[in-house]
C-alpha cells in the first residue's frame, strides 16, 4: 500500500491546517484526483506536529474524493496513520461533505 | 344486455325507490327542515372543525419531533462551545499569559465540539424533518477560532494575547449566532 506524508507537501512543523482554499491546493499538489483511481488503497501519514485539521480543510482537501467514491469507498481506498483526534477531525470534515442529501445519497 | 338492464334501471327501480323516499319530504314542516338544517350545518361544521384539530396536532407533532431530533442535539453541540466560550473569559480576566496546557485543552474540547455539531448538522441536512440546503454552517467562524487559539499559543504579552481571546470570543458568538438562527428559520418554514 503506498504511504504518502502529509509533511511532505505541508512542512514537517505545521501545526493547524485551516481553510477549504488551502484544502483544495493541497489536494492539487498532492495529486489527490490521480491516487482516488489507484487501483490500491492509500496510507495517509500524518504528522505528529499536527494539532488540528478543520473541517473546512478536510472539505477542499477531501471533498472531490468523498463525491467520487463514497463515504465508506472512502475510507476503504484511503487509511490514516494519524493521531485518534485528528482521525476524529477527518470525520467531522467528511460529515461536513456530506451535509447534502445529494452527495450523502439519500436522494 | 347490460343496456337492458340499465333502461330497467331507470324506468321501473328508480321511481319505485322515489316513491318510498319522497314522502318523507313533501310531509316535512317547516320545524322539519329547519332542525335537518341544523343538524346538517353542525354536522359540517364538526367535520371542519375535526380537521383543523387533526392538522394542529399534525403541526404539533412535527414541531416536536423537529426539537427533539433536530433542534435539542444541536443546542447539545453548541452547550460544549459554550463551557469553551466560559474558560476563554476565565483567561482574559487573569492577569498572566495562559500556557499551553490550558490552551490545548480548550482546543481539545472545541474539536471534541466540533465533530458532534458536524455529526449532527449532517443528520439534520438528510432527515426528512427540514430543508435540505444551508446546513454546512460555521466552518467559517470555526477556522477563525483555531486560528485565535493558535494565535494565543505565539503570543508574547498579555495584551496580544487578550486581543486573540477577544477574536475567539467573537468567532465563537457569530458561529453560535448563525446556527440558531438556522434552527429558527427551519422551524419556523417546516413545521
Not at chain 1, 507537501?9 to 491516487?35: K, S
Not at chain 1, 489507484?38 to 473546512?56: A, D, K
Not at chain 2, 443546542?75 to 480576566?93: H, K, M, T, V
Request: proline share 3%.
Amino acid at each position: 500500500m503506498p504511504r504518502i506524508n502529509l509533511a511532505d507537501t505541508v512542512g514537517p512543523d505545521v501545526r493547524v491546517l485551516i481553510g477549504q482554499d488551502r484544502g483544495v491546493a493541497v489536494r492539487a499538489a498532492m495529486h489527490l484526483d490521480e491516487l482516488d483511481n489507484s487501483q490500491t488503497s492509500v496510507e495517509f501519514v500524518i504528522p505528529e506536529t499536527l494539532r488540528t485539521l478543520t473541517p473546512s480543510f478536510v472539505q477542499g482537501f477531501f471533498s472531490n474524493s468523498v463525491h467520487r467514491l463514497g463515504e465508506s469507498g472512502f475510507f476503504a481506498h484511503y487509511k490514516f496513520d494519524a493521531r485518534p483526534h485528528i482521525v476524529s477531525d477527518i470525520h467531522a470534515g467528511i460529515d461536513r461533505i456530506l451535509t447534502s442529501r445529494h452527495l450523502a445519497g439519500v436522494d | 344486455m347490460i343496456a337492458e338492464w340499465l333502461n330497467n334501471f331507470a324506468t321501473n327501480t328508480v321511481p319505485y325507490l322515489f316513491s318510498y323516499v319522497a314522502p318523507l319530504f313533501t310531509n316535512w314542516t317547516p320545524a322539519n327542515w329547519i332542525a335537518f338544517g341544523t343538524g346538517a350545518a353542525s354536522f359540517g361544521l364538526g367535520i371542519r372543525n375535526s380537521r383543523k384539530a387533526a392538522k394542529g396536532e399534525r403541526q404539533k407533532n412535527k414541531r416536536e419531533e423537529f426539537h427533539r431530533r433536530v433542534a435539542t442535539p444541536i443546542e447539545l453541540a453548541l452547550s460544549q462551545f459554550g463551557s469553551i466560550n466560559d474558560d476563554l473569559y476565565d483567561l482574559r480576566d487573569g492577569s498572566s499569559l495562559a500556557d499551553a496546557t490550558a490552551i490545548d485543552a480548550i482546543e481539545k474540547r472545541s474539536k471534541r465540539a466540533q465533530r458532534k455539531l458536524s455529526k449532527e448538522l449532517r443528520w439534520a441536512a438528510n432527515s426528512n424533518l427540514c430543508g435540505i440546503v444551508g446546513w454546512d454552517i460555521g466552518a467559517a467562524e470555526y477556522d477563525e477560532l483555531i486560528e485565535h487559539l493558535d494565535g494565543m499559543r505565539n503570543a508574547q504579552t498579555f495584551a496580544e494575547q487578550a486581543q486573540e481571546i477577544d477574536g475567539a470570543l467573537s468567532a465563537l458568538d457569530r458561529h453560535d449566532r448563525l446556527i440558531r438562527e438556522k434552527i429558527r428559520s427551519e422551524l419556523a418554514e417546516y413545521t
